[in-house]
């Protein structure tokens, strides 16, 4: 049995925060692996099933975020569960935006959810750290992860959400690399798939007198600035 824990804060209001990101990976991987329906258990909502051959239970407590140890606490007493069982997706800072990195144990580095299981169950349990990137300054960072993500945000954000449903049954499983191998082939598809056509191409003739030269095709991460400078 694992039990899947997805921080953020309950209610409409905070539904679109960046610091509800773990709320929003429980959502994607509940609906696409047909999981139970959500029902209030534990200080907050749980779905259960199965992720491949593991038995699961996805937790999002109701606590509001600096309680969080509350709800996971009394999960894992009645789960009969250590800590070891315990998978945590949260928001990190300092992870680019649809970066994602699995970890074991460690400091709770201010993040007042983390701080509160911290306090609960300790410290030896698996983190999913979620990018969301750095408002640039401290005292910016509690109106940045409070505020809705920008338009802007919506296709990294989209496929960082495949990525991590892609690789559920990785992660319930203990197979952090493959998760990861998952979740960055839906963010960075084009990586590690090997060249169409490994021929040389001859060069092209030179565009004629008063004809336009084809631009390059943008790179993702091109795409991305270039829309998130339109919402500057």
Known sequence: MKLIVGLGNPGTKYAGNRHNIGFMALDRIASDHGLSPWRSRFQGEIAEGRLG???????????????????????????????????????????????????????????????????HIGEAYHRVRLGIG??????????????????????????????????????????GPGFQNKVALRVNPGRGKPQANTKPVPDKPAAKTGEPEEKPAQSFAEKLQSLASRFR
């Open 53 to 119: 051959s593991e038995r699961v239970t996805l937790l999002k407590p109701g606590t509001f975020m600096n309680l969080s140890g509350q709800s996971v606490g009394e999960a894992m007493r009645y789960l009969k569960i250590g800590p070891e069982d315990v998978i945590v997706l949260h928001d990190e800072l300092d992870l680019a935006p649809g970066k994602c990195r699995v970890k074991l144990g460690g400091g709770h580095a201010g993040h007042n959810g983390l701080r509160s299981i911290h306090q």
């Open 134 to 175: 750095h408002p640039g300054h401290k005292d910016r960072v509690a109106g940045y992860v409070l505020s809705d993500f920008a338009k802007a945000d919506a296709e990294w954000l989209d496929d960082l959400m495949r990525g991590i449903s892609d690789g559920a049954e990785a992660l319930a499983a203990g197979d």
